[in-house]
């Protein structure tokens, strides 16, 4: 049984980074790839990027380029996105999710808890 | 990028009766990888449908999803209790994969 198990609740200030992480069970961690998707108090959800684990491959929307890093540890099976520059609008609930596929092709099978962030002075 | 829009915003509906959902993107989703995920209050989001019409494993055949190119339905046959929830579309398609702003399905 797969299981995503996402790091908790996060208060940030204006400015600074914060770093969220995913750890997967009940998978052949290698065999898929991983995404992170947001979802803003009361909103639709947003695609940030995703990480292939085989190669180290990422991929990011257009919109967080350069601002979001996402990794994975092979040796942990854990993922990780780190967001900065946090605004007050980057607060939301982010989501880590594994993909079916090694290579990021965007459906969803599988998601964590999710992770509150929140962003204010 | 592909903006997906859903329709209705909220459908008011009771148990039994059956629901229609409408997700219209804003240029052809042309290999047909469209999907619908379910999601509860305080929840992580479910794959119901993808591919457009294919159930996912464990979601009840009640749950059908139709269309192509660019307009997409998600019919609940006979509304249970427990699929009262919020529904959002996604297109898998073409990069930036993107969600419409989700129906919520409510009890009437």
């Known amino acids: 049984q797969v299981q995503l198990v996402q790091s908790g609740t996060e208060v940030k200030t204006p400015g600074s980074s914060v770093k969220v992480s995913c750890k997967a069970s009940g998978v052949v961690f290698s065999s898929f790839s991983f995404s992170w998707v947001r979802q803003a108090p009361g909103q639709g959800l947003e695609w940030m990027g995703g990480v292939m684990p085989i190669f180290g491959t990422t991929k990011y929307a257009q919109k967080f380029q350069g601002r979001v890093t996402i990794s994975a540890d092979k040796s942990t099976t854990t993922t990780y996105m780190e967001l900065s520059s946090l605004r007050s609008e980057d607060t939301a609930v982010y989501y880590c999710?594994?993909?079916?596929?090694?290579?990021?092709?965007?459906?969803?099978?599988?998601w964590g808890q999710g992770t509150l962030v929140t962003v204010s002075s | 990028e592909i903006v997906l829009t859903q329709s209705p915003g909220t459908l008011s509906l009771s148990p039994g009766e059956r629901a229609t959902l409408s997700c219209r993107a804003s240029?052809?989703?042309?290999?047909?990888?469209l999907a619908w995920y379910q999601q509860k209050p305080g929840q992580a989001p479910r794959l119901l449908i993808s591919?457009?019409?294919n159930r996912a494993t464990g979601v009840p055949d009640r749950f059908s999803g139709s269309g192509s190119g660019t307009d997409f339905t998600l019919t609940i046959s006979r509304l249970q209790p427990e699929d009262f929830a919020v529904y959002h579309c996604?297109?898998?398609?073409?990069?930036?994969?993107?969600f419409g702003q989700g129906t919520k399905v409510e009890i009437k």
């Open positions: 996604q297109q898998y398609d073409i990069s930036p994969w993107t």
């Open positions: 240029q052809s989703v042309s290999r047909g990888y």
């Open positions: 999710a594994r993909d079916p596929n090694y290579y990021i092709s965007g459906i969803f099978d599988d």
């Open positions: 591919a457009a019409f």
